[in-house]
Structures are given as structure tokens and as C-alpha cells.
T-cell receptor, first 114, second 117 residues
């Protein structure tokens, strides 16, 4: 069975600083990988996804993620964080037919200091 | 991007009553919808996969008689929590997938906060 680990429960960064959120996955085949963001009391918004091809994926809001098969990782990065980026971030791996069955990590809560 | 709505956004009910939550895909047809449950400060747990015109597929440990799912059309799936109890209080989120292709994106609704007194 697939699994996702997000080692950092909470991260605090200063506005304007760079950000990297870690995600490690376990899956026997080529994974479908996603990063979602959730604001308080809200549903999830897709930031980016990886299915195949270029291992560096660009997403919305200036985020990017790099798929590293050798490390089973899919870390999310942003060069300069904005206060509005404060939210909960979830990494997910898709399995099953077409990668539709998502397994989520436990999330990383991002706090941005002004 | 595609929009998924949920109704109601929050509901408070008495123990023993049933609650219905609707999930709609507003600008696309979704042959498959998913229902998740999220406990405070925790991740989303997949409850069931809902396919239009057929029975839902429930994840291990999810009581199908308690969480009734109906996917009667390509734009609407409903989750009914029957005989709700306080332990059913949670944040329920649905998602919808556009048909066709591999690894299609799931678009998530805003969630429904259920509180059972």
C-alpha cells in the first residue's frame, strides 16, 4: 500500500524567505504526486502535480516541486514566501487506476512571520 | 479550474438524526466523486469512491450502512450520515474527477463541518 510522510508538522518562516516543505512517499510503481494547500475551514486547492516527464514541476502561486525517484521525495519549494502563503500543505500520492485514489500525508502547517 | 461545491457548509444536529451532504461539480461532469473525512489537525482519510450510476466503493473500516452514498447524476453525489452520533462529528470533504485520461486531477469542495450534539 502507498504511504506519504511529511516529516515537518509545523514550519515558521519569515516573509520573503525561501521555503521547502518535505514529502517522502512509498509506492511500488511510478507515482502520481500532488501538493495541495488548505486554508482554515476550507477545502483543498491543487498547487501542482507530477505524473511523468520533467521532474521539476511548476505550480500556481510561485510554487515548484522536484520529483526525486532515488530519494522517494517530492519536496515543495518557493523562493520567496508571502504572508498569504500561511496555510496547511498536504502532499499526496495517487494510486489505483489512473492514480485516482489519493493517500495524503499528515500535512505541514506553515506560519509566516512578518 | 473546475469548481466543486458542497452544501451545507456546516450543520449541527442532534444525536440519532440523519444528515445529508451534497457535493456538486458546477462546470464539469464527474463520473467519479470521492468522500473524505478530516479530523482536527489531521489529514484527509478517504471514506469511499462514488461512481455515477453504481454502488459506492467503501474503504476498509467505513460502515456503508452508516455513511450512505448516492451518485445519481454526473454532477451530484450525496453523503448521508445516518443515526449520527457525536463521534461522527468531523469535517467532510468531497472531490470530483473529470472523466478520461490518467492521473486526472481531483477538484475538492470547500467541506462540510458536521457537529453532532
Amino acid at each position: 500500500a502507498q504511504s506519504v510522510t511529511q516529516p515537518d508538522i509545523h514550519i515558521t518562516v519569515s516573509e520573503g524567505a525561501s521555503l521547502e516543505l518535505r514529502c517522502n512517499y512509498s509506492y511500488g510503481a511510478t507515482p502520481y504526486l500532488f501538493w495541495y494547500v488548505q486554508s482554515p475551514g476550507q477545502g483543498l486547492q491543487l498547487l501542482l502535480k507530477y505524473f511523468s516527464g520533467d521532474t521539476l514541476v511548476q505550480g500556481i502561486k510561485g510554487f515548484e516541486a522536484e520529483f526525486k525517484r532515488s530519494q522517494s521525495s517530492f519536496n515543495l519549494r518557493k523562493p520567496s514566501v508571502h504572508w498569504s502563503d500561511a496555510a496547511e500543505y498536504f502532499c499526496a500520492v495517487g494510486a489505483g487506476g489512473g492514480g485516482n485514489k489519493l493517500t495524503f500525508g499528515t500535512g505541514t502547517q506553515l506560519k509566516v512571520e512578518l | 479550474g473546475a469548481v466543486v461545491s458542497q452544501h451545507p457548509s456546516w450543520v449541527i444536529c442532534k444525536s440519532g438524526t440523519s444528515v445529508k451532504i451534497e457535493c456538486r461539480s458546477l462546470d464539469f461532469q464527474a463520473t467519479t466523486m470521492f468522500w473524505y473525512r478530516q479530523f482536527p489537525k489531521q489529514s484527509l482519510m478517504l471514506m469511499a469512491t462514488s461512481n455515477e450510476g453504481s454502488k459506492a466503493t467503501y474503504e476498509q473500516g467505513v460502515e456503508k450502512d452508516k455513511f450512505l452514498i448516492n451518485h445519481a447524476s454526473l454532477t451530484l453525489s450525496t453523503l448521508t450520515v445516518t443515526s449520527a452520533h457525536p463521534e461522527d462529528s468531523s469535517f467532510y470533504i468531497c472531490s470530483a474527477r473529470e472523466p478520461g485520461g490518467r492521473g486526472d486531477t481531483q477538484y475538492f469542495g470547500p467541506g462540510t463541518r458536521l457537529t453532532v450534539l
